[in-house]
């Protein structure tokens, strides 16, 4: 299974971005979704995820929406009033099932947000 990432790019503080993210292969279940992000010099951190809820970090909330596609098996994430410290590369991530593996987690290429103020 492969994690395909879009969207991304440059914006101005309180512009919006959109990312998409659509899973591919054969024969897998999708169980959940999220997307993540890493600023230089900083952790991986979970932004937000959807499987059988919704759950954001704090800092977006309110203006981050992750939203699911079941039957394309396709994730986005609408980000809107973007501000400097939300520049990070954002990385899909799926916890996935297959025959072959179970469940599993998955990560998709990175993309870059840059938000200038």
């Known amino acids: 299974v492969q994690l395909q990432a879009s969207g991304g790019g440059s914006v101005q503080a309180g512009g919006s971005l959109r990312l998409s993210c659509k899973a591919s292969g054969r024969a897998f279940i999708v169980n959940s979704f999220g997307w993540y992000r890493q600023a230089p010099w900083k952790q991986r951190e979970l932004v937000a995820a959807?499987?059988?809820?919704?759950n954001y970090t704090d800092s977006v909330k309110g203006r981050f929406t992750i939203s699911g596609d079941n039957t394309n098996n396709i994730v986005d994430l609408q980000m809107n009033s973007l501000r400097p410290e939300d520049t990070a590369v954002y990385y899909c991530?799926?916890?996935?099932?297959?025959?072959?593996?179970?469940?599993?987690?998955?990560w998709g290429q990175g993309t870059q947000v840059t938000v200038s103020s």
């Open positions: 991530y799926g916890n996935i099932w297959t025959p072959t593996r179970g469940s599993s987690d998955h």
């Open positions: 959807i499987g059988r809820g919704t």
